[in-house]
């Protein structure tokens, strides 16, 4: 049974930072990209970052400058670095993957884990 467990969120003020990490079981996911999606109240979920297995990355014009993902193939994890945050980085953040190259397509990614709330105060 694949999962993908993300932990690492919470509450922070505006400028301050969160690593948020994704643990994968269940299946090697080194030759897959690994994404990040988030969903605010009321809004669509929409794309953060993405990573491919050789180290190819996508980021929303939103974060970029911002935000860092990395993987770690050893330990199936995937990490989003989250610098400066803001009021508005604020939603639930989800972990995610896809046989295949970046998408930035929810709709494209197979494998999805639960979410972990991040909260940025004003």
């Known amino acids: 049974q694949v999962q993908l467990v993300e932990s690492g969120g919470g509450l922070v003020q505006a400028g301050g930072s969160l690593r948020l990490s994704c643990a994968a079981s269940?299946?090697?996911?080194?030759?897959?990209?690994m994404g990040w999606f988030r969903q605010a109240p009321g809004k669509e979920r929409e794309f953060v970052a993405a990573?491919?297995?050789?180290?190819?990355?996508d980021y929303a014009d939103s974060v970029k400058g911002r935000f860092t993902i990395s993987r770690d193939n050893a330990k199936n994890t995937v990490y989003l670095r989250m610098n400066s945050l803001k009021p508005e980085d604020t939603a639930i953040y989800y972990c995610?993957?896809?046989?295949?190259?970046?998408?930035?397509?929810?709709?494209?990614?197979?494998?999805w884990g639960q979410g972990t709330q991040v909260t940025v105060s004003s």
């Open positions: 995610a993957a896809r046989t295949g190259g970046l998408s930035t397509w929810s709709v494209e990614y197979n494998y």
């Open positions: 269940g299946r090697t996911f080194s030759s897959d990209t």
């Open positions: 990573i491919r297995w050789s180290g190819t990355i």
